[in-house]
């Protein structure tokens, strides 16, 4: 069989860099752009919305920038130093973008009908809405149907990334370094042995991660949603190595063995639940995880972290539907995963998010 070029060894650095920087200035202009229409319009046809929200300051804008250019640098440094492979600073569903764009912009109408008429929890007759947590039935950002449709799934990740002027996949890979480090404890295992769970996988994007960074373990991802998982599905067959399984299952109540994994991801998931639900959540990840298992949770970043940023925590549950933001945003998540039994706790914040890792004591 031909093997494939690693063409990467032969791009020196600096051009892998620019290239890089380029790329992530690309999606930053865009979703900027994108932004700024989009609220003028929605600004028009939904005047209230406006007043909603309080506009920046440049200061504040200006720390933002300074951020995001060092999330860039230290996800930079992550893929020079092989913590994962260069080519995932550059995997970028672009097929989708193309063919979803259009779809997205015409969304926005319904958009406005639902804003209009205040109503956030409000799904197509087709959907099956059974058996669901009422937590879950939301517009979350006002996307049509929740997330339990397919066109939803297909709309997501772009809207993501739109939302995070492009750096929301830089965001999710500064989970990578804590978990490779915490699977240290597992070197002696045959690296396909190494169960990894990332819960509420949504479409894939971070189980794409996993799989760029632990080419053979074995890789798990559940959700709630039917329909996230089907794209998660079809956006994870397009890659090399082994399918991740995926299972439809709530994050509270986990269909797995005791001391299963040996790590365990979850990214963007506990400002969508409501404070019973994040401690389930975090209690059944102690649960599966196996005795000196690793946990890393990335969310946004809370009110203590960056009181700069105080407006614009309060400008994202206005603008856009996130009924437990601002309870997530005052909650210390610390003390949860304290109480559930995980020790070794380290906090960090990039960019707009922020991240704890865990481990689950040795007995
Ligand atoms: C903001 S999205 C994040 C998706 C993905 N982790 C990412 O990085 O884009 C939140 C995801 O959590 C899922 N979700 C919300 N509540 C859940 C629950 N109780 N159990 C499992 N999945 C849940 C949703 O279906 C959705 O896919």
Not at 134 to 163: C, K, P, R, W
Not at 176 to 200: C, E, H, M, R, T
Not at 341 to 357: M, R
Request: glycine share 6%; charged share 20%.
């Amino acid at each position: 069989m031909q093997s494939t070029p690693n063409l990467e060894q032969f791009v020196p650095d600096e051009v892998t860099k620019l290239a890089y920087q380029g790329f992530q200035e690309g999606k930053k202009v865009f979703g900027f752009l994108h932004k700024q229409i989009s609220d003028r319009l929605t600004n028009t046809v939904v005047p209230e919305q406006g007043s909603k929200s309080t506009p920046l300051s440049p200061e504040v804008f200006e720390k933002l920038q300074v951020r995001l250019k060092s999330l860039e640098e230290k996800d930079w440094k992550d893929a020079k130093n092989g913590v994962y492979p260069n080519s995932l600073l550059f995997d970028n569903p672009w097929s989708d973008f193309f063919r979803y764009y259009p779809e997205l912009c015409l969304d926005m109408v319904k958009i406005w009908g639902r804003l209009q008429k205040k109503e956030y929890q409000k799904f197509d007759d087709k959907i099956d809405r059974v058996g669901y947590p009422d937590y879950y039935l939301q517009n979350f950002h006002y996307q049509t149907d929740g997330y339990l449709s397919d066109m939803s799934a297909n709309l997501y990740d772009l809207q993501v990334e739109i939302l995070f002027n492009g750096a929301a996949d830089a965001m999710r890979r500064r989970i990578l370094a804590p978990l490779k480090q915490g699977l240290g404890a597992f070197a002696a295992l045959p690296p396909q042995q190494i169960k990894v769970l990332d819960v509420a996988c949504g479409t894939g994007r971070t189980l794409r991660m996993l799989r760029g960074t632990l080419p053979k373990a074995s890789l798990f991802g559940t959700d709630l949603s039917p329909a996230y998982l089907r794209k998660a599905n079809q956006m994870l067959s397009e890659i090399s190595g082994e399918l991740p399984q995926l299972l439809q299952s709530n994050a509270e109540s986990l269909p797995y063995l005791d001391n299963y994994f040996h790590g365990l991801t979850s990214v963007f998931l506990f400002h969508e639940l409501p404070a019973p639900a994040r401690q389930a959540v975090i209690n059944e990840a102690f649960r599966v995880l196996q005795p000196g298992g690793v946990l890393v949770i990335c969310d946004s970043i809370q009110a203590t972290d960056s009181p700069d940023f105080a407006e614009m925590m309060n400008n994202f549950p206005a603008i856009f539907h996130e009924p437990y933001y601002r309870h997530y945003t005052t909650d210390n998540l610390e003390d949860r995963l304290t109480e559930a039994g995980f020790i070794n706790l380290q906090v960090e914040n990039h960019f707009v998010s922020k991240y704890w890792t865990a481990y689950k004591p040795v007995v």
